[in-house]
C-alpha cells in the first residue's frame, strides 16, 4: 500500500509559476512510474506528466509540453511538478499517483489560475 500526499496548490494570476509536491510513504518509491493527472471542473481525469524512475524519463501532454516540468527526488521520495506560464485553462484538481502497476492516488491539491 503507497499513501500520496500532494501539496502546493493555490491560486496565480495567468503567466504566473506554481510547484506541486507529491511525498509518498513507500520504501520501494524508486520501483514507481510516477504521474500527474488532473480534474477540470464538470470533466473527466486526464494525463499531464509522468515519470519513470530507473529510466529517468518523462512524458508530457502536448497541452503542458514546454511549460510543466515532472522531477523526482528519490531521497525525499517526492515528485514535483513545476508549472510556469500558467493559464486559465490549467485550473484543475491535480492527482498524484503511483504505478506498479497496481495504481495508487493521492487526494488532490486544487490550482487555480485567474485570468
Known amino acids: 500500500q503507497v499513501q500520496l500526499v500532494e501539496s502546493g496548490g493555490g491560486l496565480v494570476q495567468a503567466g504566473g509559476s506554481l510547484t506541486l509536491s507529491c511525498a509518498a510513504s513507500t520504501r520501494t518509491f524508486s520501483s514507481y512510474t510516477m504521474a500527474w493527472f488532473r480534474q477540470a471542473p464538470g470533466k473527466g481525469r486526464v494525463f499531464v506528466a509522468s515519470?519513470?524512475?530507473?529510466?529517468?524519463?518523462?512524458v508530457y501532454a502536448d497541452s503542458v509540453k514546454g511549460r510543466f516540468t515532472i522531477s523526482r527526488d528519490i531521497a525525499k521520495n517526492t515528485v514535483y511538478l513545476e508549472m510556469n506560464s500558467l493559464k486559465p485553462e490549467d485550473t484543475a484538481v491535480y492527482y498524484c499517483?503511483?504505478?506498479?502497476?497496481?495504481?495508487?492516488w493521492g487526494q488532490g491539491t486544487q490550482v487555480t489560475v485567474s485570468s
Open positions: 499517483r503511483a504505478s506498479s502497476p497496481v495504481h495508487y
Open positions: 515519470i519513470n524512475w530507473s529510466e529517468d524519463s518523462a
